[in-house]
């Protein structure tokens, strides 16, 4: 079983829709937990992290997280052409402070 | 404020030789991780520098090894080169809090 795991997708969505990506993770001991962006390229940028469960709200970007089910979830409001790129989800057991990512999902945002 | 960054950019060694790549971490950080992105595989923890020691490291074989030196800036080492090691080397660095910052890469092609 992967520490992480994502659906690769592609997910495609029109511009101004709501994109919905997911995350489970296998370890119940994961503490910290951050949602990467990595635009074709280039390498990952860090947009959203959540320590405690519930929802994070920062800009268009809202990370969800229920630990109970090891779920994480990045919902992009009004989506943009330039939202289009691969999101990585990563999880930090705090113990030996290593983290572990899932493989991206694929978004992509159609004019 | 300067972000992280890697040297080289890109790099072609051939089966046996060994590689050695290098990474700044942003200014007051004091942690560097380093990870392994192969085609299609999601990011791989390789290592991790904390005040100059080593405090964890991933699933990969001994030929992997590095050093952070007393400015925090980090060396990553890769002897006996394999074609398997042909991937992208990202650093990121670290002030302790979980969030980590990645510079842009070494592309290494092992012929």
Known sequence: ?111 | EAGVTQSPTHLIKTRGQQATLRCSPISGHTSVYWYQQALGLGLQFLLWYDEGEERNRGNFPPRFSGRQFPNYSSELNVNALELEDSALYLCASSLGDWREYFGPGTRLTVL
């Open chain 1, 1 to 111: 079983q992967k520490e992480v795991e994502q659906n690769s997708g592609p997910l495609s969505v029109p511009e101004g829709a709501i994109a919905s990506l997911n995350c489970t993770y296998s370890d119940r001991g994961s503490q910290s937990f951050f949602w990467y962006r990595q635009y074709s390229g280039k390498s990952p940028e860090l947009i959203m992290s959540i320590y405690s469960n519930g929802d994070k709200e920062d800009g268009r970007f809202t990370a969800q997280l229920n630990k109970a089910s090891q779920y994480v979830s990045l919902l992009i409001r009004d989506s943009q052409p330039s939202d289009s790129a691969t999101y990585l989800c990563a999880v930090n057991r705090n113990t030996g402070n290593q983290f572990y990512f899932g493989t991206g999902t694929s978004l992509t945002v159609i004019p």
